[in-house]
């Protein structure tokens, strides 16, 4: 079956520093590949997306690129800030499974601290 | 404004007394589904819908029963809750499926006793 692997947090960074999430899936098809962001009492936002291989999802400073050879979609961010401190969830949409199901990773927890 | 909306936000109940979460989202999204979200585990899919009238199950159904009388909800039935439901759950709705991003509700945590 579908699944995703992510890197466990937390991780904690100072303001202005790189950030890396590691992501990792596993599908029988040709999936789709997602960041979604979920900030404290809140649900799930898209940050980014990517459909084919080489792919490059980008978005509010965010990039991902989708790497078939190594399976990844790994999130990147230059120069990050006390606001995205949240919990990151890297997905895949298999075109090939029922229900349009997003297949999550365990997600990271992200604290930027000033 | 585009949006999913769940209630209750919060719910404490006791084991075996029957609730309902509704779902509603303004957008005339065909597709909805619902996930639960645990420690560790990320977000998995319960049930989900492609359209009015057309349910079937996800990952994780057991315990739980959904309906889709109408296009915008669709509520998440737990008859007999038990401790191991509680959870905080999710309800997303997108277009159509395939590369649709899912719009997810703010979240309903649930505490079984």
């Known amino acids: 079956g579908n699944s995703v692997t992510q890197m466990e947090g937390p991780v904690t960074l100072s303001e202005e520093a790189f950030l890396t999430i590691n992501c990792t899936y596993t599908a029988t098809g040709y999936p789709s590949l997602f960041w979604y962001v979920q900030y404290p009492g809140e649900g799930l936002q898209l940050l980014l997306k990517a459909t084919k291989a080489d792919d490059k999802g980008s978005n509010k400073g965010f990039e991902a690129t989708y790497r078939k050879e190594t399976t990844s979609f790994h999130l990147e961010k230059g120069s990050v800030q006390v606001s995205d401190s949240a919990v990151y969830f890297c997905?895949?949409?298999?075109?090939?499974?029922?229900?349009?199901?997003?297949?999550f990773g365990g997600g990271t927890r992200v604290l930027v601290k000033p | 404004e585009a949006q999913v909306t769940q209630n209750p936000r919060y719910l404490i109940t006791v084991t075996g007394k029957k609730l309902t979460v509704t779902c509603s989202q303004n957008m005339n999204h065909e597709y909805m589904s619902w996930y639960r979200q645990d420690p560790g585990l990320g977000l998995r899919q319960i049930y989900y819908?492609?359209?009015?009238?057309?349910?079937d199950k996800g990952d994780v159904p057991e315990g739980y029963k959904v309906s889709r009388k109408e296009k915008r909800n669709f509520p998440l039935i737990l008859e007999s809750p038990s401790p191991n439901q509680t959870s905080l759950y999710f309800c997303?709705?997108?277009?159509?499926?395939?590369?649709?991003?899912?719009?997810f509700g703010d979240g309903t945590r649930l505490s079984i006793l």
């Open positions: 819908s492609m359209n009015v009238e057309v349910t």
């Open positions: 997303a709705s997108s277009l159509t499926t395939g590369v649709q991003p899912q719009h």
């Open positions: 997905a895949l949409s298999d075109p090939e499974a029922a229900g349009n199901k997003l297949t």
